[in-house]
Each structure stands twice: as C-alpha cells, then as structure tokens.
Nanobody, 121 residues
Framework: VQLQASGGGLVQAGGSLRLSCAASGRTFNNLAMNWFRQAPGKEREFLVGISWSGGSTYYADSKKGRFTISRDNGKNTVYLQMNSLKPEDTAVYYC???????????????WGKGTQVTVSS
C-alpha cells in the first residue's frame, strides 16, 4: 500500500483545513487508517484513527472536538478535518495504515510522506 497525504498549507489561527490521504493497493479496505503529526524537535504524535469499515474512530484525548477523521473506501481515501487551528498545530502531518486500531508509530505498517501544516498567529 502506498499512501500520499495532501491538503496542507498555511492557515491563520482559528481557520480550518482538510487533509486527504490517498491510498493505492488492494488492501486499503482491510486496514485501519491513522493520522499523526510531528513538529520540529518533537516526537511523532498520534492524533486520530479510524477502523477499516469507518464504523469506529479513536482519538488522542486532546484532539477530540477539533479534529475529525473519515474515510471513503470507494475512493481509497481518508480525510482529516481540522478546525479552530492553533499555532501549536504547526507540524508535518502523516497518514499511516495499521492492521487494526493502534496508536503507536511502531504499530503502523505503512506511512505516507507527510504534508506540512503551518498555522500563523
């Protein structure tokens, strides 16, 4: 499975962005999909994941409310809607696939290259 994240950019504080992660490969529909981010000098941070069917989601506690994940298996794409963005949300955002619900980077089987999100104050 190959993953490609897109949709990042520069946004003012309080604004919104929707990231997309397009997947190639036949097994996309069997994989849980996840979003992480990594700011300069910091560890990669789990944000949110979604089961293969889209029937369940799991969030890092601090991200509930502002971040929403969804997927369209017909389009092999997972989305991350981010609202009320803050300067501290500035990071490279990565999508990743796992066999089942997981939150640790080491549990991911596939990674996309990431997309930069910059939030200005």
């Amino acid at each position: 499975v190959q993953l490609q994240a897109s949709g990042g950019g520069l946004v003012q504080a309080g604004g919104s962005l929707r990231l997309s992660c397009a997947a190639s490969g036949r097994t996309f529909n069997n994989l849980a999909m996840n979003w992480f981010r990594q700011a300069p000098g910091k560890e990669r941070e789990f944000l949110v994941g979604i089961s293969w069917s889209g029937g369940s989601t799991y969030y890092a506690d601090s991200k509930k409310g502002r971040f929403t994940i969804s997927r369209d298996n017909g389009k092999n794409t997972v989305y991350l809607q981010m609202n009320s963005l803050k300067p501290e949300d500035t990071a490279v955002y990565y999508c990743a696939a796992s066999p089942g619900p997981a939150t640790k980077p080491r549990d991911m089987n596939y990674w996309g290259k990431g997309t930069q999100v910059t939030v200005s104050s």
